[in-house]
Structure formats: structure tokens, C-alpha cells
């Protein structure tokens, strides 16, 4: 008897957490929607293509922001889903012993460290550095490439681009670890044994089965990039415009919430903050939605 009441407990218990959870998101989406009406109303859809963002004539269009949420995001997700992946599988398929374990929980640690951390060491380690060495460095031999010409600021998309990659990598190279390390044994072991190499059972065994999670910890540190805030804003810039350099400083939606909302001294500015954010959380939900699919759609067909 006493066992049935704690299965029907859990069982409710779990319903209403469901059921708080989804509330809380359509609580947020119609807020959002709510407050982002009299910009609506200004603007249309014409507000995700206008260029412009301008308090003082009350001009306001999310492009800008947009375009460097888009490219910092995906700057960090190339670069670290190279590092992080050839990592974890250095992690678990080479390396033996107390040296993986401890390197391990090293890079559990960088996830755990807060991003402010991370933006104070941008903006006075990371920013400094490019502007007298890594930025020259670029310009001196990739420099007939528009991504690496203009003047070099040591802020701007290549310092928030570089700031996300290094936030995500410890994540995606945990989780991918994780995944690696789920593969039976027994697949690793069938490979060897029909003569196949260490890259071979990688490539043909370990990689293939665990490509679902591996996609699935691409996918997370995409959306922690496309969110992120504090760090980015101290290093990418803020400046709202559209230019093919690197170099130049930049903004995101996400810093532009963080850093204009005590400012917004009118309604409609108010209002386009407000739908700047909306976007902003419709970009994650779909992101994760179509990623969630694509696993799904990976796994049937494993």
C-alpha cells in the first residue's frame, strides 16, 4: 500500500514540475511578445533587416545584432568543436591512466568558472594580446582577406569569437568525453580483433556510435554561445554595424539587452529591447528544436 502512495506521489510530483516548466516558458514568450508590440507596430518585420539603431531619432532595427551574434557563435562553435572533440577523443582512446582523470576534472573545472571571470581575463589579457601580436600577426599574412584587414583594436569580433570558444570548449569536450566513453567495450574490441587500427576503430566504430551525443554537446555549446553576455560585452566592442573584418568592433543581442535596458528612456526603445530579446529566445527554441530533431532523425537511422 505505502508503495503504491509513493508511486502515485512521483508520479504527480513529476506531472506538475512538467507542468511548472512549461508555464514558466509561455509566461516569458508572452511577455516578451506583450512588451514587444509598440516596436512591432513601428517597425513590422522590417525590424529584423534595418541597419540602424539609433536611441536619438528612435530608429531601431536588430540586423546589427543579428549579424554578430551569428558570427561570434559560429566562430566559437568551429574552433571549439575542433578542439573539443579531438580532445575528448585523446582523452579517452590514447591517454591512460591518473594523467586522463586529472585532466578530466581540469576541464569539468573551466565549465564551472563563472563569465565574468572570463571577461575580466578578455579584457585585459586576451584583448591587449591581439592587438599588439595576434592581430598583426593575421593582418601580416592573411591581411589580403577582408576577415583580416581594417584597424586593429585588440576588441571586436575576433575577441568575443575567441572569448565563446574558450567558455564552450570545456563543455563540449566534457559531454563528448562522456559520450566516447559510453561506447561497449566489446565494438572497440571487435574492430581490433579483424585487424583494424586504433584510427580505424575510431572512425569506423567509436565515432559513428556516439555521433548523436557528440552533435547533442555541439548543440548545447552553440546555444551557451548564442546566450552568453557578461564576457562578450566586455571584449567584443559595442558597436552596432555590419562589416566584414574581424577586427572591427561588433555587438550581439545579448549585450545589447544587457548593456542598453537601464538606458532605454522611452517606450519604444524599451519596446525594441524587448523584441530584441524575443528574438533572442525564438532563435534558441528553434535551434534546439531542429537540433533535437536532427539527433532523433541520427539515432533512427544508426
Known sequence: MWHRIAEQITQTWVRVSLLVMLALLAALLIMLIGQSMDAF????????????????????????????????????????????????????????????????????LLAAIPSVVYGLWG????????QRTGEPFLHKYLGFLPLFSGTMLGVGFLAGGLILTIMILPTITAISRDVLQAVPTDLIEGAYAIGATR??????????????????????????????????????????????????????MAS???????????????????????ILLLTTVIFYGGARFLVWRMSRTA
Open 41 to 108: 507596430h513601428a517597425f513590422s518585420w522590417k525590424f529584423l533587416v534595418i541597419s540602424t539603431w539609433d536611441p536619438v531619432h528612435r530608429i531601431f532595427g536588430a540586423l546589427p545584432f543579428l549579424y554578430g551574434t551569428v558570427v561570434t557563435s559560429l566562430f566559437a562553435i568551429v574552433n571549439a568543436g575542433i578542439i573539443g572533440v579531438g580532445s575528448s577523443i585523446f582523452l579517452v582512446y590514447v591517454l591512460r591512466g591518473t594523467l586522463r582523470n586529472v585532466l578530466g576534472l581540469f576541464i569539468e
Open 123 to 130: 579584457i585585459y589579457v586576451l584583448a591587449p594580446w591581439l
Open 199 to 252: 584510427v580505424e576503430s575510431i572512425r569506423y566504430v567509436g565515432f559513428p556510435f556516439a555521433r548523436s551525443g557528440i552533435i547533442g554537446a555541439l548543440m548545447l555549446g552553440f546555444g551557451r554561445a548564442v546566450g552568453e553576455t557578461i564576457a562578450v560585452t566586455m571584449v567584443i566592442g559595442n558597436r552596432p554595424q555590419i562589416v566584414a573584418s574581424l577586427f572591427a568592433p561588433g555587438y550581439t
Open 256 to 278: 545589447v539587452i544587457a548593456n542598453e535596458f537601464t538606458e532605454a528612456t522611452n517606450p519604444l526603445y524599451t519596446s525594441s529591447l524587448y523584441e530584441v530579446g524575443l
